[in-house]
């Protein structure tokens, strides 16, 4: 296993589209929308926007986006689908070339209403100097969107596959072997939590994402729209919903800024 996301780039970038990765997406819109404040438009940064799902989604509802991400070629992926969007969700979206560790660099404390942070702390060993970054950006009653790998529910996907090994480890380690061939970190919901709110972000609401779906074959296709209704509805539900939540392959974080 190699280290750092840009290590398994490649292979994220050709599973775009696959039946994991839009589920992810899709629960991540839904669960989001429902906590962003109710003006509107946001000011949203999307830090490690990648190819800017969510980027487009926000900007497509009316809110200005900067998403924030190092990868060129990722970047160049949303600017191609940015290409295909309306004028006025195009002139909503402005896109940065820079490192997550330089967020204090680029952009003024409490400059953004709505921060996400989407897949990117599992490939830092130490994810508390990005966290006391990202606590800086939102002003009062902002929000911090934080989807993490699920450390309590690690053990979870090799133990459904039958690889006893990786099992064993997780119920102890952190960190894991992750689908694109990189070493990732997993974060424990508590820890996180009381991290948060040691930077003045109270945690108001935390979700599981792909309890049912995790351990679908890397290349797995999208269903048929009856189906992936009907599979989101129950992805949706259980990701709202003990105990399963707590076994997703990952938490999603909304917290707020007092």
């Given at each position: 296993?190699?280290?750092?996301?840009?290590?398994?780039?490649?292979?994220?970038?050709?599973?775009?589209?696959?039946?994991?990765?839009?589920?992810?997406?899709?629960?991540?819109t839904?669960?989001l929308?429902?906590?962003l404040?109710g003006r509107a438009?946001l000011?949203v940064?999307d830090?490690g926007?990648g190819?800017?799902t969510q980027?487009?989604?926000?900007?497509r509802?009316?809110h200005?986006?900067?998403?924030?991400?190092?990868?060129?070629?990722l970047?160049?992926?949303?600017?191609?689908?940015?290409?295909?969007?309306?004028e006025e969700?195009?002139?909503?979206?402005r896109t940065?070339?820079?490192?997550?560790?330089?967020?204090?660099?680029?952009?003024?404390?409490?400059s953004?209403?709505?921060?996400l942070?989407?897949g990117?702390?599992?490939?830092?060993?130490?994810p508390?100097?990005?966290?006391d970054?990202l606590?800086?950006?939102?002003?009062?009653?902002?929000?911090?969107s934080?989807?993490v790998?699920?450390?309590?529910g690690?053990?979870?996907?090799p133990?459904?596959?039958?690889?006893w090994?990786?099992?064993?480890r997780?119920?102890?380690?952190p960190s894991y072997?992750?689908?694109?061939?990189?070493t990732?970190?997993?974060?424990?919901?508590?820890?996180l939590t009381?991290?948060?709110?040691?930077r003045?972000?109270?945690?108001?609401?935390?979700?599981?994402?792909r309890?049912f779906?995790?351990?679908?074959p890397?290349?797995?296709?999208?269903?048929g729209?009856?189906?992936l209704?009907?599979?989101?509805?129950?992805?949706?539900?259980?990701?709202?919903?003990?105990?399963?939540?707590?076994?997703?392959?990952?938490t999603?974080?909304?917290?707020?800024?007092?």
């Amino acid at each position: 296993m190699e280290t750092g996301f840009a290590a398994g780039e490649g292979r994220w970038r050709a599973r775009l589209g696959t039946l994991r990765q839009v589920v992810r997406q899709e629960l991540v819109t839904r669960q989001l929308t429902a906590h962003l404040p109710g003006r509107a438009p946001l000011r949203v940064l999307d830090v490690g926007c990648g190819q800017g799902t969510q980027t487009l989604r926000l900007a497509r509802r009316g809110h200005e986006v900067t998403g924030l991400d190092s990868s060129p070629a990722l970047l160049a992926d949303l600017g191609r689908a940015l290409a295909g969007e309306p004028e006025e969700a195009r002139r909503r979206v402005r896109t940065v070339q820079g490192d997550v560790r330089d967020l204090a660099s680029l952009f003024e404390p409490g400059s953004f209403d709505v921060v996400l942070c989407h897949g990117v702390l599992m490939y830092f060993a130490d994810p508390e100097p990005v966290l006391d970054d990202l606590a800086r950006l939102p002003g009062p009653g902002g929000v911090v969107s934080l989807l993490v790998r699920n450390g309590d529910g690690l053990a979870m996907r090799p133990g459904l596959t039958g690889d006893w090994a990786a099992a064993w480890r997780a119920f102890e380690e952190p960190s894991y072997g992750n689908r694109i061939g990189v070493t990732a970190r997993a974060d424990r919901l508590d820890v996180l939590t009381a991290s948060l709110a040691g930077r003045g972000l109270d945690v108001a609401a935390w979700y599981g994402v792909r309890v049912f779906t995790d351990t679908a074959p890397d290349e797995a296709e999208v269903p048929g729209e009856a189906e992936l209704a009907a599979l989101l509805a129950c992805e949706e539900r259980a990701g709202a919903t003990d105990p399963y939540r707590r076994v997703a392959a990952l938490t999603h974080v909304l917290a707020v800024r007092a």
